[in-house]
């Protein structure tokens, strides 16, 4: 497998993680997600989208907590993705964030997988 740290970026309350692996971009946010963190989530995707990969899996299994500005910055990221012939793929969510994208039925729009294993071989 191609596994390659690309950066990272943090506050106090997020951490983005991203890498490489194969053709996608893996982009794992850990803390909570909301109006003022988004940003540091939505700068690591549009740069992996800048940079050319349009396949991005989002590792959320440590993600704690996504308000609706940070679901913006996924159906964002997404939209330009599938614009690029990709994709957004989520992976690993836990209950309290998994209900957020029933309950807005945002769900439905992204391929959702139990595992970032399964997101990956996907």
């Known amino acids: 497998m191609d ?7 943090q506050s106090g309350r997020l951490l983005v993680e991203v890498r490489e692996e194969g053709s ?3 982009v794992t946010p850990a803390g909570e997600l909301d109006h003022h963190t988004a ?6 995707l549009e740069d992996c989208l800048d940079n050319g990969h349009s396949r991005l899996v989002v590792d959320c299994s440590r993600l704690e907590f ?8 996924l159906l964002g990221a997404r939209l330009k993705a599938e614009a690029a012939g990709g994709g957004v793929h ?30 990956l071989a996907d």
């Open 39 to 44: 940003e540091l989530l939505r700068e690591p």
């Open 3 to 9: 596994r390659q740290t690309v950066g990272s970026a």
């Open 90 to 119: 989520l992976a690993g969510m836990l209950p309290v964030v998994a209900r957020v994208f029933e309950i807005t039925g945002a769900e439905a729009v992204f391929t959702v997988h139990e595992t970032l294993d399964a997101a």
């Open 24 to 26: 996608s971009a893996v």
């Open 66 to 73: 996504c308000d609706s500005t940070g679901l913006n910055v």
